[in-house]
């Protein structure tokens, strides 16, 4: 009878039989490793960075401000005092919302605004040009004319509206986001370049909206 005998082979781990060979050959192997997840490291880094300053050039491309602008504009001899936004930044704005006080009273319209400051009639008066400010996307370098009052409809209506325009009294708060939704809230009036960031931007109690849109009282 002849038995078989299964023999196993045991793995052993290559060496030289020169001990400072070895220990060189590990020592070199663990610097390259070390090395190696460094520089992964450091590109993980470096590609973090990258993003970042994408993403800020993505949204200084994208930024919108919006501005004020008042005056008088004289054409055929006719003086018409004007009072508009404007879209001074790179980006699309989304007003989400306007408000006009003047002395601490918030106003709708163009018309009740003018009523209070300046003894305008719509009885005896033809109605202001005006336009709504809210809920409209403003593109780069375009103007929304939200009131024009020309001096032949009434010369005391129009001077007082001119006072009431350069004096210290009235406020435009406009709340508007980028495409991105970053949002910021400005009393125009003021002309500061540092409008507030805000999370989102919130309906005021009287909205200046001409009276006209939905949802509002």
Known sequence: MSLDVETHAHSHTHTTGHKWVDMTVAFSALFVSVVSLGV???????????????????????????SYSFGINTTNGVAKLHMAVFNTGVGPAK???????WKGTAYRSDEDFLKACCGFDPASHKRPDS???????????ERIGFLEFAQPVSPQVFEALRQTVFGRDLQLHVCYCSIFDECWNSD???????????????APKVPFDEGILKGKT
């Open 131 to 141: 336009s709504v400010l809210p809920n409209q996307v403003l593109p780069p370098r």
């Open 40 to 66: 992964a490291i450091l590109h993980g880094r470096t590609m973090e960075k990258m993003a970042e300053a994408n993403a800020r050039l993505v949204a200084a491309n994208s930024w919108p401000f919006i």
């Open 95 to 101: 007003i989400e919302s306007a408000e006009l006080i």
């Open 188 to 202: 125009l009036t003021t002309f500061s370049l540092r409008p507030e960031p805000v999370q989102a931007c919130v």
